[in-house]
């Protein structure tokens, strides 16, 4: 018996709330560590605090919009890549409390070089079921590079 296709606006809306929802979690369980960390000496390059919502909504978007399409393309590598996007989408949500919550800043930067390394592994593995998925993903890995040089630079400053 064959399987009906979910519907495309469904698929977008879970992926894309799902995603949302993770990191509105991560966010939430960190909250008072994200108001200390606003007193921390930061590195050049440091944008405002209000940034951060924003830039992270429009790229949990784009990820969600990312993993909707691999879904719907359903071809045999769908099911190992929808496991490294979830993977890398629990270790990129785990990152947040580590590094406000536990104050575990070095910590962090290694669990991020993690998030970067699986995050260039799902990228590569998206582009081969849809190039657009992938191409969707590289605004996120750039973050995550620049969040890089931010953690180790609040790391650094703030010994």
């Known amino acids: 018996m064959k399987m009906k296709k979910p519907a495309p606006g469904w698929v977008y809306a879970a992926a894309i709330g799902g995603t949302l929802i993770v ?3 991560s966010g939430f369980v960190s909250m008072d560590g994200m108001k200390q960390f606003a007193k921390l000496e930061q590195p050049p390059l440091s944008p405002p ?4 919502p924003v830039v992270w909504t429009a790229l949990y978007t784009l990820m969600g919009i990312s993993a909707a399409r691999i879904v719907l393309e359903g071809t045999g590598e769908t099911r190992s890549a929808l496991t490294l996007y979830c993977v890398q989408l629990l270790v990129n949500a785990l990152w947040t409390p580590i590094f406000f919550a536990l104050e575990l800043r070095l910590v962090a930067f290694i669990w991020l070089l993690i998030l970067i390394g699986l995050t260039v592994a799902m990228i590569s593995r998206f582009k081969r079921i849809d190039v657009t998925a992938g191409n969707l993903q590289f605004p996120y890995l ?5 969040a890089a040089y931010l953690n180790f630079g609040t790391f650094l400053l703030n010994m």
Do not use: C, H, Q, R
Request: aromatic share 34%; glycine share 16%.
């Open 142 to 146: 750039i973050w995550l590079l620049f």
């Open 23 to 25: 990191g509105a979690v």
């Open 49 to 52: 605090g209000w940034l951060f």
